[in-house]
């Protein structure tokens, strides 16, 4: 078994190029006596990604809808080798993991949050486990098939820690997410409890992307405040890295559904199908409109709200009973969970109250179908509905609506479209509707069986044409450019990333040389950042690696921070290095006493101080860090949006008071006033003065670093903890590296 899973991943290995990652691949397995057969699937995912998948050299990685339970090793085998013909890659889930993961935690969970129905919610720790064990297992597929040069695409709520987990093995690979469902605003989002968890392994793509601009907006302010990130526009910076944020909204595959309504209208009435043949008949008997509902039977659809919309329709306008019809078709949809069982109740109960209120001889005001439907038949009511009433209360884009504009091939034809449908965005000629506003509904009906087929071809010409331009080829195409650009971006940057090769570099220079200086900044370099600074206490292994490189007589380790002596003094007076505390203020050479260096009056204090007291009290969150010889003004843990705009307005009001020989320093989410004379730029280069070296290495992630850097011979290792703008040479991506390489130094 082993072996035939390698033969089949070197197999994949050499002809995968993009590797679509999935819930779900787009068929589905069925055992048909002793061999498998696969069925095409719904569902917009499916439809959208086919031709995309077709056209190009992909892999698709998905379950493959059978329960591993009833599979044996014989039965994986034959399904394995099936697809392979079809570049379809299985990852196979039992019963219990698609009852805790998908039914569970993904549905019970993620999909009620994401769609605003807080009161749906269910968190349940259990669940959340399952959720991670399938994400890791779908992520170890996918290191199993991919090679160098690759790309991964990831798709939906179901899949959000994915991303990350690819990263933590295969840093250098390309990972684009997109999420095909609504992201909530960061108030609705911050309710769940792993939130941080969640969005971090998303930050593991290279490329994030969205139907629409309000779901950017919503994750990018979750990004902000959550995890406390620095957010360029539509750029996060994330452990030295650039992830892209984008708005990519989902089209369908036009020609398909445009060339279907011709055939179907074209079509002998004798060769018509038995639904189409139907509708003829009510047409021709009440010569009246038809309006088309079609959903997957699901509470955020709005599907209830549409009823309730239609029989008051009838009671307000009563002229137009046996006139109108609803044709209402519900897709069946997640039948195990609890809420979708009791919604099909209260669906069905409206439509028998409709039916036996208004119902005559001749004429049943809805026709209610609870059941999927063949491509055909679904053309068919495209085709012959006069109005299209898409009203879900929240949706991340709907392609039924586009769907049902590609098929008025007569530019006929009114669209009612809920305004909280992702797709209202992009079709502004439809009849846009608050789908909780009953009354609205139900006149937007009127409206639309009454519009004048003029308006009706002037709307639809321009709806049209945007989703004829837009399309699903168009949208995959516009993704898999951005996500090429994101790559290629990385390795244009005349930054270095130190890679295995760089790192074996400097790693041997170290070793052949005789008099080796080290000079490494604090925050951010050799730990992380913390909310509060007190609590960036360096961890024993840190301290035990600088007790190792200090032991050599040829190496030379200087501290080099920005925070106050009394800090480095109380964590590292008893190693054998030099400490420099203050941006270069303070100094004290390995074992002997703190020296000061002089500086400007510090008469400044009391006039510059009470404005920065000012702006504390007036940005919950932010706080006065007084040293020696300098003040900082930290805003780390007030909300982003808010700091960064005072931060803003304070260097604008201290740039202007700054007395001769003072200087403001615009840190990581801190402003530093520090005496201009002294920065850690002429510290390090009085420390390179002192003794000859022939090995400098030199790392920091800040401004207040790049001093350091530009002071540098061209001989020495500068590194820059962060893809940032740096006079440094190399760059690397979290502290974490950083020590990593320090210790191939022992």
Not at 285 to 304: F, M, P, W
Request: charged share 25%; aromatic share 12%.
């Amino acid at each position: 078994m082993v072996i035939f899973f390698y033969f089949l991943q070197t197999k994949f290995e050499r002809m995968a190029k993009n590797i679509i990652v999935s819930n779900r691949l787009p068929v589905q397995a069925k055992k048909e006596k002793t061999d498998w057969s696969f069925t095409p699937t719904s569902g917009g995912l499916a439809t959208g990604m086919k031709s995309f998948h077709q056209e190009g050299k992909s892999l698709w990685v998905g379950w493959p809808g059978v329960s591993s339970d009833i599979l044996d090793d014989s039965s994986k085998k034959q399904i394995h080798e099936d697809l392979e013909k079809t570049q379809y890659w299985p990852v196979f889930l039992n019963e219990e993991e698609l009852d805790h993961f998908y039914f569970g935690f993904s549905n019970k969970c993620l999909w009620p949050l994401f769609h605003y129905f807080i009161e749906f919610h269910q968190f349940d720790t259990h669940q959340w486990e399952y959720y991670v064990q399938v994400n890791q297992k779908f992520a170890d597929e996918v290191l199993n098939v991919i090679e160098d040069g690759d790309k991964v695409w990831i798709h939906d709520y179901q899949l959000m820690l994915c991303p990350q987990m690819i990263k933590d093995i295969m840093p250098d690979v390309t990972v684009g997410f997109f999420l095909h469902i609504p992201f909530p605003s960061f108030e609705i989002f911050r309710i769940f409890p792993e939130r941080e968890r969640l969005l971090n392994g998303l930050l593991g793509a290279d490329l994030i992307g969205f139907h629409t601009y309000d779901y950017e907006r919503h994750f990018l302010s979750s990004v902000k405040r959550i995890l406390n990130l620095e957010v360029n526009f539509n750029i996060i910076l994330h452990q030295g890295r650039e992830i892209v944020v984008n708005t990519f909204p989902m089209g369908i595959d036009y020609k398909k559904f445009e060339a279907s309504a011709l055939e179907s209208v074209k079509k002998d009435d004798s060769k018509s199908s038995e639904l189409k043949k139907q509708i003829n008949t009510h047409k021709l008997e009440n010569k009246g409109k038809l309006i088309l509902s079609i959903d997957r039977l699901d509470y955020t659809k709005g599907v209830v709200n549409r009823l309730l919309a239609f029989e008051r329709f009838l009671d307000t306008y009563p002229q137009y009973r046996d006139k109108i019809r609803l044709v209402m078709l519900a897709v069946p949809s997640r039948s195990k969970v609890a809420q979708y069982k009791k919604l099909k109740r209260q669906t069905d109960e409206v439509v028998g109250r409709i039916n036996g209120k208004f119902a005559s001889v001749n004429w049943t005001p809805v026709w209610y179908y609870y059941r999927s439907m063949e491509f055909e038949n679904l053309i068919d009511l495209y085709v012959s509905s006069d109005v299209a009433m898409i009203t879900p209360l929240r949706d991340g884009m709907n392609l039924v609506a586009k769907e049902y504009l590609a098929t008025r091939i007569n530019n006929d034809g009114v669209l009612i479209l809920s305004e909280l449908a992702g797709s209202s965005k992009e079709l502004p000629q439809a009849l846009l509707v608050n789908p909780f506003d009953i009354e609205q509904l139900s006149e937007s009906i009127k409206i639309a069986i009454e519009m004048p087929l003029k308006e009706q071809k002037e709307r639809n010409i321009l709806l049209r044409k945007r989703i004829r331009r837009y399309d699903i080829n168009k949208w995959s195409s516009s993704f898999m450019k951005a996500l090429n650009d994101s790559s290629n971006k990385e390795y244009s940057s005349q930054v270095k990333l130190i890679d295995k090769s760089i790192a074996n570099k400097i790693s041997k220079t170290y070793k052949e040389s005789r008099n080796k200086l080290l000079l490494l900044d604090y925050d951010g370099t050799m730990v992380g950042f913390q909310e509060n600074p007190n609590k960036a206490i360096p961890p024993k292994d840190l301290l035990e690696l600088i007790k190792k490189l200090t032991k050599k007589e040829d190496t030379d380790l200087v501290i080099i921070s920005g925070r106050p002596y009394e800090f480095l003094e109380k964590y590292f007076t008893h190693l054998n290095v030099t400490l420099v505390a203050e941006h270069g203020v303070f100094t004290k050479f390995k074992q002997n006493k703190w020296e000061q260096k002089k500086s400007i009056s510090e008469d400044w204090k009391e006039h510059l101080i009470p404005i920065l007291d000012t702006f504390t009290d007036n940005t919950p969150g932010t706080f006065i860090e007084q040293k020696t010889s300098s003040v900082a003004w930290h805003y780390r843990k007030a909300d982003p949006e808010l700091g960064t705009k005072r931060s803003v307005e304070l260097k604008t009001v201290l740039t202007s008071l700054l007395p001769n020989g003072l200087t403001l320093l615009d840190g990581n989410k801190v402003l530093e006033l520090v005496p201009a004379n002294i920065n850690k730029g002429v510290v390090a280069l009085d420390l390179l003065n002192s003794k000859n070296y022939d090995f400098i290495l030199v790392a920091g992630d800040d401004v207040t670093d790049e001093n350091m850097f530009l002071n540098m011979p061209e001989k020495a290792f500068s590194i820059k903890i962060g893809k940032k703008k740096t006079a440094a040479k190399y760059f690397m991506r979290k502290s974490t590296q950083l020590l990593a390489l320090l210790n191939t130094l022992n």
